[in-house]
């Protein structure tokens, strides 16, 4: 169980374009969702953090207006790279995790999606 | 930043036991501690957490020493596809929906030799 898609797997667009990527848990409700990042040979980054209903809290330094982060249900989570830089080139992973029972799932991560800005 | 110190990387034989060490000295009394890993280009996997005790399940074992200062993560069996690279993390675990962010270091980067 457990199980976090991601789409796409990658994608490529260009310079000043919009990209969305989606975020779903698959057999459990995601009462929280995470946003990472990661460049090549680096660790992942932390972006945001949403919970369903509310609005992201975004970690310091990563512009809200530029990736907008969406949790409208508690299945799925979008990330919006507005006007795409090619520095915005990059790994984006996604994480959910839920509640059973009182509890809390783990934090289990989405495959990734790989963009490229041209 | 991380508070957790792990070797850049680590060279395993095949079918051997890979122990993966991580240094956690300022760890407070409510935090866990938790292993990932990541196989390239693919999102990072839980492997394992533990708080003081001992822990194992079917893909490892976790060896927390009784200072909680430092830890053990071990393969016991490794393979090729045991290839990645391995992230030790301290996080708070509440109950309730609330958890501490997962803050990744560097980690070690396991390779598994034939």
């Known amino acids: 169980g457990a199980v976090v898609s991601q789409h796409p797997s990658w994608v490529i667009c260009k310079s000043g374009t919009s990209v969305k990527i989606e975020c779903r848990s698959l057999?459990?409700?995601?009462?929280?969702m995470f946003w990472y990042r990661q460049f090549p040979k680096q660790s992942l980054m932390l972006m945001a953090t949403?919970?369903?209903?509310?609005?992201?809290?975004?970690e310091q330094g990563v512009e809200k207006d530029k990736f907008l982060i969406n949790h409208a249900s508690l299945t799925l989570s979008t990330l919006t790279v507005t006007s795409a830089h090619p520095e915005d080139s990059s790994f984006y992973i996604c994480s959910a995790t839920g509640l059973a029972g009182g509890r809390s799932y783990e934090q289990y991560f989405g495959p990734g999606t790989r963009l490229t800005v041209t | 930043d991380a508070k957790t110190t792990q070797p850049p990387s680590m060279d395993c034989a095949e079918g051997r036991a890979a122990n993966l060490p991580c240094n956690h000295s300022t760890i407070s009394g409510n935090e866990y501690v938790y292993w990932y890993r990541q196989i390239h280009s693919q999102g990072p996997q839980y492997i394992i957490h533990g708080l003081k005790n001992n822990e194992t399940n079917e893909m490892a074992s976790l060896i927390i020493t009784e200072d909680r200062k430092s830890s053990t993560l071990i393969l016991p069996h490794a393979t090729l596809r045991d290839t990645a690279v391995y992230y030790c993390?301290?996080?708070?675990?509440?109950?309730?929906?609330?958890?501490?962010?997962?803050?990744f270091g560097k980690g070690t980067k396991l390779s598994v030799k034939p």
């Open positions: 057999d459990f409700q995601a009462t929280t």
């Open positions: 949403s919970n369903e209903g509310s609005k992201a809290t975004y």
């Open positions: 993390i301290v996080r708070v675990l509440g109950y309730g929906g609330s958890q501490g962010n997962l803050i």
